[in-house]
């Protein structure tokens, strides 16, 4: 606590929680897996009013283009053509959108909370977690194991209130790597 009261906010920024983080890891010799890796590096994004899949998805696609080196306009129509023919919201609490793009060796997540929620369908208008998911057709394997780590972590009983009630990207990314989920090694 004392280097981060000293030092420039900007070069510890998360710094702390994040060893700390790695401390808890070790001690509860939490052995992880492929989806613990892509949280880890994975953009949090915290919402702070209701958006639509589509408002959504077009906001996040320049950055995963940038990422994966494929044009935005392709990322924007595979979502979107992949919601209109499978609705990815699981439930009234989580959507896990993810698509297969062209290429070798790229996967990308973001994570997404939104208290107000992100509009999917008449049903699903009030999503409050989404975890969207893309990967070449090579990590398929990788893309069907983050699906189903996905799901067994919002299977957690007390997951939807920890993820309401989380106070920064940090402690969301700890909850998510930070408990006794099934692990798919």
Known sequence: HLLKRITDSKLTENLLEDELREVLIDRDEIVQDNFDKLIKKAPIIDLERTISFEELIKQLAPD???????????????????????????????????????????????????????????????????????????????????????????GIESFQKDWLSAKSGIELKNLMILNNRKRFL
């Open 64 to 154: 995963i283009a940038e990422e994966i080196n494929i044009p935005d306009k392709e990322i924007i129509s595979l979502f979107l053509e992949r919601q209109k023919n499978f609705n990815m919201a699981v439930s009234p609490f989580l959507a896990i959108p993810h698509i297969v793009v062209k290429g070798k060796d790229k996967m990308f997540m973001r994570i997404i909370r939104s208290r107000e929620g992100i509009y999917f369908t008449e049903k699903e208008s009030h999503i409050k977690a989404v975890f969207l998911l893309g990967g070449t057709e090579d990590n398929r394997n990788l893309h069907l194991k983050t699906i189903a780590s996905m799901a067994t972590l919002t």
